[in-house]
């Protein structure tokens, strides 16, 4: 028992006042990447919602926003609670059911089905962005990507782009070291994304934090592209 203003107030009471309330709350699934995260590395989970929030606070005041691979979904609502209308597009139809119908609560997430490395969805939005996916595209095939990328923007889009640097890539677990297959440096995702955007301005990440030091050393890379070049 606590004092509130003098007046003795029960700590059970304010607990079960809280708990009801929580409780009520419908329970919300997993989707399998973050599934696997729980039960095999639990901390990942934190450096993903990391990378969603900086996404979520660089984009804060697009109406609408393409998430390129959405995979499971995880970071989506961190993405949602800041812009007006985000599309979640990703090539596995298991992956879009399942965010649909999991995520079914944000009434302002469409999700879309295809495959953006052979075209280009029928979309104009303000910017679009990807978390952990240029590592996974063909290198043959990467300008496609992009363009195809590029195309649902206006001429003064934004495209900010998270992936593993690199020379990070000793420390990664086996199954990322099979899936990356396109892994960049500071340098070559800055070359990459000079080639269809003005203006490129790069950040570096280790677990949660997002700074701006020595290249190398950064497990984590952002470029945060702006203004399409004409033309693209």
Sequence with gaps: MGTSNGAPVRVEKVYEQTADILFAADEIALGPWTSYSLVNDPKHMCF??????????????????????????????????????????????RLVDGNAR????????????GDINTAAPDLKVDAAYTVDVIEHVDPAGEARFVENIVRCLPANGVLLTGTPNVTSAAYASPQSQVGHINLKSMATLRELMERYFENVFMFGMNDEVVHTGYAPMCHYIWALAVGVRPGR
């Design 48 to 93: 993903v919602l990391s990378r969603y929030k900086f996404v979520a606070k660089l984009l804060q005041g697009k109406k609408s926003v393409l998430e390129v691979g959405a995979g499971d979904g995880f970071g989506l609502p961190i993405v949602a609670q800041a812009v007006p209308r985000v599309y979640a597009l990703d090539w596995d139809p």
């Design 102 to 113: 999991r995520l079914a609560h944000l009434k302002n997430v469409t999700y879309l089905h």
